[in-house]
């Protein structure tokens, strides 16, 4: 039987031109890297593919996140620490003004002392990281000013925000920051100020002292104390926070890890075996250019007349 020689030919060229999209397809996973390069690569995978650079991406967030308020927590931490050696120094004062030997002269210069502690202090609760007042919320803006008219000898400036909060990468959100007045300014539910609001203590302190007022100064010395275990509570608050943070960072490294594994294996070549498969392909080719040139290239009229 006579074959047509144009169908064959046909069929020829595409066998041929498949071979040479294998190994196209194959050179690229092969230089790229990837297996997936284009949808078309992998249909069914796509999805699972787009779902797990999405994961990774919300991950890295979280992680990124978790290592700059890692930073502003530390801050924060380190200068909680110097202000409880100010409130040792602020008691230090009220217990060398109680004494009945110290006269008016020596505790109106111990009453300047303990002025400038409070000035330290407001410079404390005015605390930045990276132009952010860590004690102010989301606030961009200092918290406290000082203003010798107020009984605490400071004013707040604006109204107090709302702690800073972060999410982990399983979801949960905690808290990371205390506001400046949690900490320092802590009052009733009639906003009055309490045993343990720091500026009171220090302020009545320099107050009892400048005024040579005995019982005042004594009065002092007991604020002074409530004021400082109040504070040693907000100091281990951050000692918490920072537990919370290393935890948080280290799940969430877990996840990048899981999902970059599951991303590799669903996307990067298998070098070893593309390799192979280029090799068998290449070897496909040269055989079909090789078959196609032995065939005989007769014309019909000379097969008529063999």
Do not use: C, W
Not at 11 to 27: G, I, V
Not at 38 to 59: K, T
Not at 298 to 305: A, C, D, I, V
Request: no cysteine; aromatic share 6%; proline share 3%.
């Amino acid at each position: 039987m006579i074959q047509n020689s144009g169908a064959i030919g046909q069929q020829f060229l595409t066998n041929l031109q498949f071979l040479q999209q294998q190994m196209a397809a194959t050179q690229s996973q092969l230089s790229s890297g990837y297996q997936i390069n284009q949808a078309s690569d992998n249909p069914g995978a796509v999805g699972d593919l787009l779902q797990l650079e999405s994961d990774l991406g919300r991950v890295n967030q979280v992680a990124s996140n978790l290592k700059n308020v890692s930073g502003e927590v530390n801050t924060a931490e380190t200068t909680l620490q110097s202000v409880t050696q100010l409130l040792e120094q602020a008691s230090s004062l009220a217990a060398e003004g109680a004494s009945t030997t110290v006269s008016a002269s020596d505790r109106t210069g111990l009453s300047q002392q303990v002025q400038q502690i409070l000035s330290q202090l407001v410079s404390a609760a005015n605390t930045t990281f990276e132009g952010q007042y860590v004690f102010n919320g989301d606030t961009n803006s200092p918290p406290y000013q000082i203003d010798a008219s107020s009984p605490t000898g400071v004013d707040q400036l604006g109204t107090t925000p709302a702690p800073r909060l972060i999410q982990d990468a399983t979801g949960v959100t905690f808290g990371v920051s205390l506001t400046a007045q949690q900490i320092f300014d802590h009052r009733d539910q009639s906003n009055q100020p309490d045993a343990s609001n720091v500026f009171l203590a220090v302020q009545s302190l320099a107050t009892a002292l400048a005024n040579n007022d005995q019982t005042g100064i004594t009065n002092a010395v007991d604020s002074l104390q409530s004021a400082q275990d109040y504070f040693s509570q907000q100091l281990q608050f951050y000692g918490g926070v920072q537990n919370q943070i290393t935890n948080a960072t280290d799940v969430a490294q877990k996840f990048q890890l899981q999902d970059q594994t599951s991303i590799g294996q669903l996307r990067d070549t298998d070098v070893a075996a593309a390799s192979v498969s280029l090799t068998q392909e290449q070897t496909n080719y040269q055989a079909a250019v090789q078959s196609e040139a032995a065939m005989p290239k007769g014309s019909l009229f000379n097969y008529l007349q063999s």
